[in-house]
């Protein structure tokens, strides 16, 4: 129901742009979310967006944007100058007024 998309391996300094696309069974959204969680640590909020919201962590600030296409009911994280710390696994989570949903994940690799 929610599908996440556009990870990949990239190098330092590149960019990436992840989408997190709701199925129409999903509505009435409140927030969505980016978490991440690379090996061996803990998932972390990234950026949030909705319900008058939009804050991104500081590790990321500057560099990460979050944005919504509400035609689309997609939510997008363009991630710019992306540095090796980054790499993790991506998850969107929404809330919504019947539940909260994760998506499936997107492994984002930052390498040279």
């Known amino acids: 129901q929610l599908q996440a998309s556009g990870g990949g391996l990239v190098q330092p300094g590149g960019s990436l742009r992840l989408a997190c696309a709701a199925s129409?069974?999903?509505?009435?959204?409140?927030?969505t979310a980016w978490y991440r969680q690379a090996p061996g640590k803990r998932r972390e909020l990234v950026a949030i967006?909705?319900?008058?919201?939009?804050e991104c962590a500081d590790s990321v600030k500057g560099r990460f944007t979050i944005s919504r296409d509400n035609a689309k009911n997609t939510v997008y994280l363009q991630m710019n100058s992306l540095k090796p710390e980054d790499t993790a696994v991506y998850y969107c989570?929404?809330?919504?007024?019947?539940?909260?949903?994760w998506g499936q994940g997107t492994l984002v690799t930052v390498s040279s």
């Open positions: 129409e069974s999903i509505f009435a959204i409140i927030t």
């Open positions: 989570f929404t809330t919504t007024k019947q539940g909260n949903y």
């Open positions: 967006i909705g319900s008058g919201i939009l």
